[in-house]
Structures are given as C-alpha cells and as structure tokens.
DNA sequence: GCGACAG
DNA sequence: ATCTTGTCGC
C-alpha cells in the first residue's frame, strides 16, 4: 500500500521532494517500448465540490488496445502549486492505480518528470513510491526552453533549464504538431521515455496512454456523487 | 522585489 | 485544470 504524504504547507513539500529526489535511479535503461503493459494516469478536478478524480488505464503496448481500467475519486487535498503538483494529484492516482489487477512495466504521467525546478517533478514522484518505471509526457514546456525540432514526427530538440541542464526532450509525435515534452521519471532512460511516447501517439499529439486516461477521470468525476 | 510557472 | 456548441475537415 502506498502513498503520498499530505505536507502542511509548501516548505515541508518541498523538504518530502528534496529527500525523495535521493531514491530516483536514472541509470536504468527502462523496458523496451512495443510490448508489455504500460499505464498512463491523469486526473480531472471540480473545485465547486472540492473533488479529484484519477483514471489509471493500462494498455497493451503493442496494440494500443485497453486491458484494464481503474478510477478513484477523493477530496483535493493540497493546492496547485507549481513545482508541488504532485501532492495535489499522486494520492488519488495512486489509489486507482493500486486498484488494477493488471501490473504495467511502465506509468505514463501528464506532466513532467526530472525536468522540474527541482529535479522531481511528478513522474519521478510516482516512480519512486510505487518503485515502477515511469515518465513524464506534458502538454506545455513550463519553465524550459528549447531549439524548435524538425517538422516531421520523431524530430526532437533538448528541453534545457535556466542553467543549461538538459531535463528532457521536446519530441514531434505528429507532423507538422506542437512537441509534446518528454521527461524522465524513474527507471528509464530519455531515449527509451521518447521511443514509448512516439509509439503511444501514432495518431495524435497526447500518447493514447494519456488520452484515455484523460477521458476516464472526466467520465469519472462527472458521475461522482 | 515581482512575475511566470506541469495540471 | 476549467469556462464551452457547433462546425470544419480528414
């Protein structure tokens, strides 16, 4: 059974990253993409009600195909702050992804992963508590810059911070599309994380992992009571 | 010091 | 994230 400890304000937030940052292992090259199970996960809020409701749905990697479902809905328990999302989506994502009988080699997040102000954003967060391999896919380079990547799909760039580190991959998963961004999480390799997000997305920019994800917790949240 | 900033 | 229908197009 894991979890996510609820911190009581940003400062002790930060302090939980600061020393989970220290379990991350990097020097894993992570399982090969076009087979086995992956999960992406995702969560929709409704603020009016003071509810999150999170989606884990596993796919077969080679066939993109859903194998499994599992949702969970529960109150929101921390603000959005950026850099502590974390804390505001992993305890609910966690309870629907404990609740899959399936096990997936690898959890696609909606979000990032090293690349983060300080080095453990979401993907690495999720990675480390529930010891699986994981990566981040978001949506908007946040803080980072990059060199514009070619125009066609699998053309990628370096995501680079304020002080020159690479943190990720800004990757074209469609011609012609707005990259998505591509971060470590834990126990994979930037390579390997890039490889999974373009064979999830053969047809659209959001990997499929993430997409049904997507609509699972809206679904979910819209018939919560 | 202020603002910007994954979802 | 969320406010939001129909509509244009492959």
Redesign the pocket.
């Known amino acids: 059974m894991t979890s996510v400890k609820t911190p009581a304000d940003e400062a002790e937030a930060r302090a939980i990253q600061d020393e989970l940052r220290k379990s991350v292992v990097l020097d894993e090259a992570g399982p090969p993409p076009g087979r086995g199970l992956v999960a992406g996960v995702?969560?929709?809020?409704?603020?009016e009600r003071d509810l999150v409701a999170a989606a884990a749905v596993v796919l077969d990697a080679a066939t993109l195909e859903v194998v499994e479902e599992a949702t969970a809905v529960g109150h929101v328990s921390f603000p959005?702050?950026?850099?502590?999302?974390?804390f505001?989506?992993l305890p609910t994502v966690l309870a629907a992804l404990e609740s899959l009988t399936a096990a997936p080699g690898l959890v696609v997040?909606?979000?990032?992963?090293l690349?983060?102000?300080r080095g453990?954003?979401?993907?690495c967060?999720l990675g480390v508590v529930t010891g699986l391999p994981s990566m981040?896919?978001?949506?908007?380079?946040?803080?980072f810059t990059y060199e514009e990547p070619g125009a066609r799909r699998g053309d990628a760039a370096a995501l680079v911070a304020a002080d020159g580190a690479v943190v990720g991959r800004a990757l074209r998963t469609q011609d012609g599309i707005k990259p998505v961004?591509v971060s470590v999480g834990h126990r994979i390799s930037l390579d390997n994380a890039c490889a999974h997000a373009l064979a999830l997305s053969p047809r659209f920019r959001i990997p499929e992992s993430t997409r049904h994800a997507?609509s699972l917790?809206?679904r979910a949240?819209r018939e919560a009571s």
């Open positions: 995702d969560v929709a809020y409704d603020d959005y702050v950026p850099g502590l999302l974390a505001r989506e997040c909606d979000g990032y992963g690349a983060h102000p453990f954003g979401l993907a967060h981040g896919v978001a949506k908007n380079p946040f803080t961004y997507d917790c809206r949240l």
